[in-house]
């Protein structure tokens, strides 16, 4: 089964506004990551916060995380819709030599101009 | 740096027939990994190479995929036979490290359909 689960599935907003995407995993892991993914193309990496820490921003995104709920958010503020995209939690897990980064399904955001 | 090349972005072949795809990592990343990204089961994580040796293919579905590291500047992905249920993006990329703040740089991808 997906380690990592986004919510929504797709979310359609209008230029502007707020779009919160979440993930919610099962496992311990080392550290959560974000990508985006335009459509026909490869996945580009946003963000990446440490099992240790609880938020973290860049530019217009704000990425929490809640290892007691095994959960992470990604906030996008005052979206554009050059924002549209799939979007996707990757969750990595290390356990001495054994290495897993596991991607979610993703959640299809569309902006609105 | 041109980043992460593939090589064909697209593929259409035949039940039955090899495909092969290519990869070239961006120049100094000691890490390469191919994924398979379906609607189904969506970006799975196939093989890993670390300095051209495959350090777990766990991922990879069946006998019939194979993926070999000649070189730090080139990786293949084989399909033989190929399948209807192979139809798939492909992707292929790299990293400097395994973990940490240098994350993989994906390539666009190879868009395979098995006929």
């Known amino acids: 089964s997906q380690q990592g689960e986004e919510d929504p599935q797709a979310l359609s907003i209008q230029e502007g506004e707020n779009a919160t995407m979440n993930c919610s995993y099962k496992?311990?892991?080392?550290?959560l990551q974000w990508y985006r993914q335009n459509s026909g193309r490869g996945l580009v990496h946003l963000i990446l916060?440490?099992?240790?820490?609880r938020e973290k921003h860049s530019g217009r995104l704000r990425v929490t995380l809640d290892t007691s709920k095994k959960s992470s958010s990604l906030l996008i503020t005052a979206s554009r819709a050059a924002d549209t995209a799939s979007y996707f939690c990757?969750?990595?897990?290390?356990?001495?030599?054994?290495?897993?980064?596991?991607f979610g399904k993703g959640t299809l955001l569309t902006v609105n101009p | 740096d041109a980043g992460v090349i593939q090589s064909p972005r697209h593929e259409v072949t035949e039940m039955g027939q090899e495909v092969t795809l290519r990869c070239k990592p961006i120049?100094?990343?000691?890490?390469l990994f191919w994924y398979r990204q379906t609607m189904m089961r969506g970006l799975e994580l196939l093989i890993y190479?670390?300095?051209?040796?495959?350090?777990?293919d766990s991922g990879m579905p069946e006998d019939r995929f194979s993926a070999k590291m000649p070189n730090a500047s080139f990786s293949t992905l084989k399909i033989q036979p190929s399948e209807p249920r192979d139809s798939a993006v492909y992707f292929c990329?790299?990293?400097?490290?395994?973990?940490?703040?240098?994350?993989?740089?994906f390539g666009p991808g190879t868009r395979l359909t098995v006929l």
């Open positions: 916060i440490r099992s240790n820490e």
């Open positions: 990329a790299s990293s400097l490290r395994l973990t940490g703040p240098d994350t993989q740089y």
């Open positions: 190479f670390n300095n051209n040796v495959p350090i777990d």
């Open positions: 990757a969750t990595e897990e290390r356990e001495g030599s054994n290495y897993k980064l596991t």
């Open positions: 496992t311990s892991i080392n550290n």
């Open positions: 120049s100094g990343h000691d890490y």
